[in-house]
């Protein structure tokens, strides 16, 4: 029996439409500690234990930035096949294999609070790099079909 746990099709519009302000909300809290007064509130903390104050904004943003990038990523094609379906594994673990070589060498190389924002960054890097990949090799596959 084979089994499909793609989203369907009309996720990856959504994915795409949240991606936009997830995205520059996330870079803005990575790169300008964006953090408003009117965005503090108490929130339960596991480190240290108990109620704390905090701003909730990057919360929100690396958790929308994940739901948009897993939307757009795993979104079925409106014509979903096994070749598709091979595209989309060969270009996962080419994501997963490329990212993880990434944070290696960037672990040898970046140090300090620049290690911490790389890897903040690296969160996303094997959805993005899939995207990116898949879209690629499915543009080729459907161009090399129309000639």
Same mark, same amino acid.
């Given at each position: 029996?084979?089994?499909?746990?793609?989203?369907?099709?009309?996720?990856?519009?959504?994915?795409?439409?949240?991606?936009?302000?997830?995205?520059?909300?996330?870079?803005?809290?990575?790169?300008?500690?964006?953090?408003?007064?009117?965005?503090?509130?108490?929130?339960?903390?596991?480190?240290?234990?108990?109620?704390?104050?905090?701003?909730? &904004? $990057?919360?929100?943003?690396?958790?929308? =930035?994940? !739901?948009?990038?897993?939307? /757009?990523?795993?979104? *079925?094609? #409106?014509?979903?096949?096994?070749?598709?379906?091979?595209?989309?594994?060969?270009?996962?673990?080419?994501?997963?294999?490329?990212?993880?070589?990434?944070?290696?060498?960037?672990?040898?190389?970046?140090?300090?609070?620049?290690y911490l924002n790389f890897v903040f &960054? $690296?969160?996303?890097?094997?959805?993005? =790099?899939? !995207?990116?990949?898949?879209? /690629?090799?499915?543009? *080729?596959? #459907?161009?090399?079909?129309?000639?």
């Amino acid at each position: 029996m084979k089994k499909n746990y793609l989203f369907p099709t009309t996720f990856r519009k959504i994915g795409w439409c949240l991606f936009v302000p997830f995205a520059i909300a996330s870079l803005l809290c990575l790169f300008d500690g964006w953090n408003d007064n009117w965005s503090v509130v108490s929130v339960f903390s596991l480190i240290p234990w108990g109620i704390i104050k905090n701003s909730i &904004i $990057d919360e929100i943003s690396m958790i929308g =930035l994940t !739901i948009s990038l897993l939307f /757009i990523a795993f979104s *079925k094609e #409106k014509d979903e096949d096994e070749c598709i379906a091979n595209i989309r594994s060969s270009s996962l673990v080419w994501a997963v294999v490329t990212g993880y070589l990434l944070l290696i060498v960037c672990t040898m190389f970046i140090y300090d609070i620049q290690y911490l924002n790389f890897v903040f &960054i $690296d969160l996303f890097m094997i959805l993005i =790099l899939f !995207i990116i990949k898949y879209n /690629i090799e499915l543009y *080729k596959f #459907k161009r090399s079909n129309n000639d």
